[in-house]
C-alpha cells in the first residue's frame, strides 16, 4: 500500500480523482460551511475532527502550504472576509484568526465574545479536498490514518469497477488510441520494408531495429517492456500503450525508413549495422525530438505509476501526479472499453475502416 504521508504524487493523484473525492465526501458526512459554490471547513474544525491540536494543523500548512493551496485550502481577507464573518461569524473564534501566531492561540474550548471575532484579522479556510490533503499528511493521527486507508480503498475499487478489475488495456479506454493503433501497421511497414531493401543483416534486424527505437523513446526493449507490464510472450507491447507514444514511435520509424533509403541510395550499396546504429544516433539526438520524448516518457511513466501501479525504473525521474484531464480521459464518463467505442460511434468506425484498409 502506497504511504500518501511521504509522496506527493500519489497524494494529488488521489486528490485528482472527481468522482473518489464526491464519494469520499458523502461517505464521510462531514458537514462544513456552504459559501461560494462549496463547503469550508476552518482549522479548527479541521483540528477537531482529525483530534489534533490546532497548532499540528497549522504546522502541516507551513510545511506544505503550496500543494494545500493547489488543492483549495485559501485565506479569506477583505470584502471576502466580511461576507464569510457576515453568514458564519457566530460559529467562529479567535482560534480561526489565520494570522495568529502559535503563542497567541487560545484553548479551543473558550467562548469568544462576537467583538473578538469581529476583529478577526483573517480566517483560513479548507474546502473538501484540502481538508483531505491535510489528512494525508498527518503522520499522529489515528483518524487520519483510517481516512488515508478508506481513500485508497475507494480509489482501488473505482479503477476496478472502471476497467472489469485489470488495467493491462487501460490506454485502449481513450478514443485517441483507435486512430493511432490503425495508423501503426502502415507506418510499421515503411519501416520493416526499409530494413528490407536497405540494411545488410539477417531477419533479426526487424527485432533488434524495433528495440533500438523503443529504447531510444523510453530505455525499455520489447522483452523488459513486457516484464513489467506483466504481458504474455504472444500479447503485442503496442496494444498496451498510450496514443502519444505510438504516434512517436510512428514518426520515428518512417523518419529512420527515410534516412535509411537516402544513406543507402547514396552509397549505391545496402547500409551496414554500424552505419544505421549511427542514423538512429544522430537522429534521436536531433533538437526538435526532444519535447516529443520528454513529453512521450512524462506520459508512459505518470500514468502507468498512476493508473496501472506500475513503475518505469529507468524513467523514475519522469513520473509526475496525473492531470485530471487525464483520470477523466481513462476513467471518467467519456472513457470506454475500446470493443464499445467502436461500437457506439460510427465516425470512429469508419476511421478504423479507412485506415485498416489502406
Known sequence: MRELTKSVVDRQNILNHDDVIQ???HHIGLTGMLFEDEYLFTSKMVADFYSVDIRTIKRIIE???????HNGYQVLKGMKLKKFKDLFGHILSGNDDAEQKDHDIQPSNIVIEKHVVSRLKAVAVFNFRA??????LLTESEKARAVRSLILDMVIDSINQKTGGSTKYINQRDEQFLIAIT????FRKEFTSALNQYLDMGNYKYSFYTDAIYSAIFFENAKEYKSILQLSEKENPRDTMYAEVLNLIAS???GIAEEMKEH????S????PHELDDIIKKFVTKRHWTPFIEDARTKMASRDYGLRDTIHQRMQNYIEALPKEDIHRYLGKESK?????????????NVFNRLKDR
Open 183 to 186: 495508423r501503426e501497421p502502415t
Open 337 to 349: 472499453e475500446l470493443v464499445q467505442r467502436v461500437k457506439d460511434s460510427p465516425d470512429l468506425l
Open 264 to 267: 543507402s541510395e547514396r552509397l
Open 252 to 254: 520515428f520509424e518512417i
Open 23 to 25: 464519494m469520499l465526501q
Open 131 to 136: 481538508f483531505l490533503n491535510v489528512g494525508m
Open 269 to 272: 550499396r545496402k547500409l551496414l
Open 63 to 69: 510545511r506544505n502550504q503550496k500543494e494545500i493551496e
